[in-house]
Structures are given as C-alpha cells and as structure tokens.
C-alpha cells in the first residue's frame, strides 16, 4: 500500500485533533487532497507560494 502524505498548518492539525473531519462527506468538507510522497515537494513548494 503506497503511503500518503498530508500537508497542513500546525495549528489546522491541533484543531483537527478536536474536531476530526472523520464521518464527514466530501460535500459537507468541500475537498480531499492526499499526495504520495514523490509529489510532495512540488505541492509544499505551491503551496508555500
């Protein structure tokens, strides 16, 4: 199984431990976006801008 990777915000991550997105849909979420780690450079670098 290939690993994924998350990118996020320390302080987005601490929240996330108090209210998980998990049992949430995509709708009610807006997105998913998961990488492996091959592409993680290139996507930290966007979103660092």
């Known amino acids: ?3 994924l990777t998350h990118i ?3 302080a987005l991550w ?3 431990r108090e209210m998980p ?4 849909t ?3 979420e807006g997105f998913v976006h998961c990488s492996p780690r091959a ?3 290139r ?3 966007f979103l660092d801008g």
């Open 43 to 45: 996507v930290a670098a």
């Open 8 to 10: 996020t915000e320390h």
């Open 1 to 3: 199984m290939p690993e």
């Open 39 to 41: 592409q993680l450079p």
């Open 26 to 28: 995509l709708q009610e």
């Open 14 to 16: 601490d929240a996330a």
């Open 21 to 24: 997105t998990r049992c949430r």
